[in-house]
């Protein structure tokens, strides 16, 4: 890669695409990525562009039961040329999916969770905890409203 980004800076080529399979260090995903790009000559820049998708398996937040959720990630950005010598595609690829990993993810939409008194999944059973004391905090606010 940094060949190709030689070969572009210095105009001998213009245009690179690029294949290619990066383990990512995102909790849950189990494969690599498949990661689809390329590398262009943009006047006297390059461009890198990329994207991939993602399947990452991680306990639901809610429920803690398994779920699954797909994200895809898209990039585009100008290389600096000091940044040629350190061109890592791994490293950056990584780091997109890290920051861009989803902050919550859910087995479904609409899961209930598990009860904070008892633990029971809500999903599946119903329980009486919580049913007949109000949360404090929730009569201040409807006084406020
Ligand atoms: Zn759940
Ligand atoms: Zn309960």
């Known amino acids: 890669m940094k060949q190709i980004l ?4 210095q105009g001998e080529l213009r245009y690179h695409d690029f294949y290619e ?3 990512v260090e995102v ?3 189990e494969d690599p990525v498949h990661i689809q ?7 006297s820049q390059i461009m890198l562009r990329f994207r991939g998708r993602l399947l990452v398996h991680v306990p639901c ?3 803690l039961k398994e779920a699954s959720y797909l994200y895809q990630v898209e990039i585009e950005e100008l290389l600096e ?3 040629d010598e350190q061109f890592d595609l791994a490293e950056i690829v990584n780091e997109c999916f890290v920051v861009q990993r989803p902050s919550q993810v859910l087995c479904d939409a609409e899961c209930k969770g598990l009860c904070p008194y008892c633990g029971a999944d809500r999903n ?3 329980c009486d905890c919580g049913r007949a004391t109000t949360d404090p905090r929730f009569d ?3 006084s406020l409203l």
């Open 6 to 9: 030689r070969q572009l800076r």
């Open 21 to 23: 399979k990066i383990s």
């Open 27 to 29: 909790e849950g995903a």
């Open 37 to 43: 790009g390329s590398l262009s000559r943009e006047g």
């Open 61 to 63: 937040d809610r429920c």
């Open 81 to 83: 040329p000091e940044e």
């Open 124 to 126: 599946e059973t119903s």
């Open 140 to 142: 201040k606010l409807k």
